[in-house]
């Protein structure tokens, strides 16, 4: 599905290298999850892949079911099956929720050329999706994000994941500023969004996240590299013995 | 005497190109105007209430030629239910028009209306007098001296349409000065919708007289055409418990000078004025709001946004003035700028003068680009780029287009809005 080689970036206004090759093969239908102390990456990867300006990439590939997605623009990656669920989302007034993601969704089936979605069509569906996520329809109407708590914020995240049914999606520290509740209903999100064609990157501080998202391979980052890949256990060595005994280990 | 020589000038010029209408009930407040015009001279560059809008083209003897603009889009509140009069470049179209006959309301044209006993008599000028002091505003003064035609309405109960002042442009040289007058008796309503560029250049004065729990509704939408200019004003007096609501969108045009000039003299009365103007390249749209508090619990609300591009200038000037003994005043004032580019400017100048100790008066200025951020969020949801900066734009206009207390209207404003965006994308 994703498939990175050598990927190397810098910030674009300074001469500071973030990702100094990073290496990393998501199958289709695969949970992968990144973990790493602060400052070894992780955001940048994110961010990198889903075409935020403010860094220049010097080296690499990224490609994403065999097309080099570092070419392209933001609003191509998301129509080419990309998604970024993210740490921050962005609060926007004045859009309304469902203008947004009714903008989104019939955005990237132009894109694709494929038919739009029609009014009665998208409500259904998002009322249908919004009700499993338990976003209530006021929460439908205001503007976007604009006076969420951060445990709605993430989960009309997760509410524009299923309603843009990507194929590879990127969770960047989705458990952020959430409590166990929380973090619970929106794991629960996630994982009804499993299946073969899809394919999730979590990014993450911590173990907790992965005992409700449970990954097929856990990759440890440091310094702008992948150091250790592993399975689901060593996610549990890390929230047991901390990033000091690995990386002390690999260097 | 060389310096008054110099400044009376270019107002003996424009004297000299008009002719007053003659007699009537109005000639007595035409002459006070004249007399008033002679004194104070038409604005100049070196005035300090023109210090960012050069009022040259507004006061030079004709029209500056305008292009007429040739558009397929409906035209503005067609779907309305309303009363229509039309004007072309400034003359009365009676074919055009419906008849003037609503209940619950008068309606006359300047032109025709003889009677020397006139209810307009108290209004014609008297506002616009009033709205000389602290500030000169010799444009108004001239209009009250030569207005060729306008409507005198007198609403008496609460009509069930609007009124809709259509201005068409049909000549690339017009120059067109209208001047109504509005009173609403005690308790009365109405809305008042106004639309199209109206002439090559336009001289506009609206005088409104809300009195006691009456309520005005006023919607501008200042036309299309690129080179036309205009320089309007609006003078109100508002009594106890009344309400005057105004909002203007303007899409284009070389010149655009709006002064809303509001006297809130009862207790209990609010008003509201709002803008929202797109201008690309050779445009300048300026805002100049003078609200006075002279009375004890009245709220006033003043939000206006401009979308500017390719060399566009944005001017607001908004003084609230809250005089001795306006207890209780509740005054908002924002003005806000989108540049879309590093090559257009926003000129603000907000003022608050207060006397009075137990007030809440906010204002706000602000010049900014799209939130890249924002931007960013769209575009990795598959929005586009020209078509998520066009959905924040509009975002931004909102807090101004939420102002119009009609929905149909208000989504109206909002398409064609998105659309001049859509025509405009860079």
Same mark, same amino acid.
């Given at each position: ?5 050598? =990927? ?48 220049? *990439? ?10 080099? *997605? ?18 921050? #989302? ?16 019939? /955005? ?7 038919? &739009?979605?029609?009014? $009665? ?87 907790? =996240? ?42 | ?64 030629? /305008? ?63 009033? !709205? ?22 007198? *609403?008496? +109960?609460?009509?069930?349409? @609007? ?22 008796? @005690? +308790? ?8 199209? @560029? ?44 009344? $309400? ?18 509001? &006297? ?24 100049? *709001? ?30 609230? =003035?809250?005089?001795? !003994? ?57 929005? #586009? ?8 734009? %509009? ?23 998105? /659309?001049? %965006? ?5």
């Amino acid at each position: 599905m994703l498939s990175i080689k050598n =990927l190397q970036v810098k910030l674009d206004d300074e001469d500071k290298q973030i990702l100094k090759g990073v290496d990393l093969e998501i199958e289709a239908g695969t949970v992968h999850a990144i973990m790493g102390p602060n400052g070894s990456g992780k955001s940048t990867l994110s961010y990198v892949l889903s075409g935020k300006d403010g860094y220049e *990439v010097t080296g690499g590939t990224a490609l994403l079911e065999g097309v080099d *997605v570092l070419d392209m623009e933001p609003e191509e990656r998301a129509a080419a099956g990309l998604f970024l669920a993210f740490q921050y #989302p962005v609060e926007i007034p004045g859009v309304g929720n469902m203008t947004f993601l009714r903008t989104a969704v019939n /955005a990237q089936r132009k894109a694709r050329g494929e038919e &739009e979605m029609s009014a $009665a069509e998208f409500l259904k569906e998002v009322r249908a999706k919004a009700k499993e996520l338990k976003i209530d329809a006021e929460m439908l109407k205001r503007p976007v994000n604009v006076g969420f708590s951060g445990g709605e914020k993430k989960r009309n995240e997760i509410l524009q994941m299923a309603m843009l049914a990507p194929k590879m999606c990127i969770l960047d520290e989705t458990d952020s500023g959430l409590d166990v509740d929380a973090m619970k209903l929106v794991a629960d999100g996630v994982n009804a969004l499993r299946s073969q064609g899809r394919s999730f990157l979590v990014i993450t501080h911590y173990q907790r =996240l992965l005992d409700h998202i449970v990954p097929d391979m856990v990759h440890i980052m440091a310094n702008g590299r992948i150091v250790k890949s592993g399975g689901p256990e060593l996610a549990l060595e890390v929230e047991n013995n901390g990033y000091a005994d690995i990386l002390a280990e690999v260097v | 005497m060389a310096q008054t020589a110099v400044k009376t000038d270019p107002t003996e010029a424009m004297i000299a190109s008009l002719s007053m209408p003659a007699g009537g009930w109005s000639a007595a407040a035409r002459a006070d105007a004249l007399a008033r015009l002679r004194a104070m001279g038409l604005p100049q560059r070196r005035d300090e209430y023109w210090k960012y809008t050069r009022p040259d083209t507004l006061v030079q003897v004709s029209a500056p030629r /305008a292009a007429v603009l040739v558009s397929d889009e409906r035209p503005m509140f067609d779907d309305v239910d309303r009363l229509k009069i039309v004007f072309v470049d400034g003359v009365f179209d009676p074919a055009a028009s419906d008849d003037l006959a609503l209940e619950g309301i008068t309606i006359e044209r300047l032109a025709a209306a003889d009677s020397d006993l006139h209810w307009a008599r108290s209004l014609y000028g008297v506002l616009e007098t009033r !709205g000389q002091t602290p500030v000169a505003r010799p444009l108004a003064t001239l209009n009250t001296a030569f207005a060729t035609d306008g409507v005198l309405i007198h *609403v008496t +109960g609460k009509p069930s349409k @609007p009124v809709n002042l259509i201005y068409r442009h049909d000549s690339e040289t017009s120059d067109a000065i209208l001047h109504h007058c509005i009173k609403l008796d @005690p +308790g009365a309503e109405m809305t008042l919708l106004e639309s199209g @560029p109206a002439a090559a250049r336009f001289n506009k004065v609206m005088e409104v007289e809300v009195a006691d729990g009456a309520s005005f509704h006023h919607i501008r939408a200042q036309g299309r055409d690129h080179e036309r200019r205009a320089g309007t004003h609006i003078f109100t007096r508002l009594g106890s418990a009344s $309400a005057f609501r105004s909002f203007t969108m303007t899409v284009n045009g070389q010149l655009t000078r709006n002064d809303c000039i509001i &006297e809130l003299s009862g207790d209990d009365s609010i008003a509201h004025v709002a803008g929202v103007c797109v201008g690309d390249g050779d445009f300048h749209h300026d805002d100049t *709001v003078f609200i006075t508090h002279d009375a004890v619990n009245c709220q006033s609300r003043q939000v206006f946004k401009k979308v500017l591009r390719n060399g566009a200038t944005g001017v607001f000037q908004g003084k609230i =003035l809250v005089k001795a !003994g306006a207890q209780k005043t509740d005054g908002y004032q924002i003005s806000q700028s989108l540049l879309l580019d590093g090559d257009s400017q926003f000129l603000a100048k907000p003022e608050l003068e207060i006397y009075a100790d137990d007030v809440i008066c906010s204002h706000g200025s602000t010049s900014g680009a799209i939130d890249e951020d924002a931007l960013f969020y769209l575009r990795s949801r598959g929005v #586009p780029s020209g078509e998520a900066t066009n959905l924040l734009t %509009l975002a931004f206009l909102a807090e101004a287009v939420d102002e119009i207390a009609h929905a149909d209207l208000r989504e109206d404003m909002t398409a064609r809005l998105g /659309a001049w %965006l859509e025509r405009h994308r860079s």
